[in-house]
T-cell receptor, first 114, second 108 residues
Framework: KAGVTQTPRYLIKTRGQQVTLSCSPI?????VSWYQQTPGQGLQFLFE???????NKGNFPGRFSGRQFSNSRSEMNVSTLELGDSALYLC?????????????FGNGTRLTVT | EDQVTQSPEALRLQEGESSSLNCSYT??????LFWYRQDPGKGPEFLFT???AGEEKEKERLKATLTKKESFLHITAPKPEDSATYLC?????????FGTGTRLQVFP
């Protein structure tokens, strides 16, 4: 069974630009969650989508948004990039919701904002 | 306030030297506690789920236990390939909270 796939693996952007990250979940998984990981803050929850509906949202500004398509694939968008947005962005899929089922993570997209 | 604290932040062990990692938590209505392993440059990999106090799970050299306030990840006779960051996550009725992890290094 194929794992969670995230593209691209690396991105370098300039302040003020916007970026879109993509995530393909494990086949059959209906939940996709997004996390930001930085050395100082650890894993910070961004949002969770379940069957195309945003189920939960973390404490991030409105510049961070996402969506889920009917095939469960998900995208995350960050607009007006800031230097502090540099991080590893992880996508995870699960069969049930994230607080009831183990998460299966992709290897992330490393975003660098200059 | 719901929170998860892992200790120690970093741990260095000699190969074969057993030890334990701690995950302390406060959460209303615990649904489950998850352990993950993360290698550099990769996403976390699921290890165990524990649901109730007294429950134990084992996998190779790893054993996870759960009480009402904390969970332990015991590593018996570790090998260098066990070197990684170990994360715990605690789920409540509507949230999942990750700890900041314990970075384990095992030297031959």
């Amino acid at each position: 069974k194929a794992g969670v796939t995230q593209t691209p693996r690396y991105l370098i952007k300039t302040r003020g630009q916007q970026v879109t990250l993509s995530c393909s979940p494990i086949s059959g998984h209906r939940s996709v969650s997004w996390y930001q990981q930085t050395p100082g803050q650890g894993l910070q929850f961004l949002f969770e989508y379940f069957s195309e509906t945003q189920r939960n949202k973390g404490n991030f500004p409105g510049r961070f948004s996402g969506r889920q398509f009917s095939n469960s694939r998900s995208e995350m968008n960050v607009s007006t990039l800031e230097l502090g947005d540099s991080a590893l962005y992880l996508c995870a899929s699960s069969f049930g919701t994230q607080n009831n089922s183990p998460l299966h993570f992709g290897n992330g997209t490393r975003l660098t904002v200059t | 306030e719901d929170q998860v604290t892992q200790s120690p932040e970093a741990l260095r062990l000699q190969e074969g030297e057993s030890s334990s990692l701690n995950c302390s938590y406060t959460v209303s209505g615990l649904r489950g506690l998850f352990w993950y392993r993360q290698d550099p440059g990769k996403g976390p990999e699921f290890l165990f789920t524990l649901y109730s106090a007294g429950e134990e799970k084992e996998k190779e050299r790893l054993k996870a236990t759960l009480t009402k306030k904390e969970s332990f990840l015991h590593i018996t006779a570790p090998k260098p390939e066990d070197s990684a960051t170990y994360l715990c996550a605690v789920s409540g009725p509507d949230k999942l909270i990750f700890g900041t992890g314990t970075r384990l290094q095992v030297f031959p």
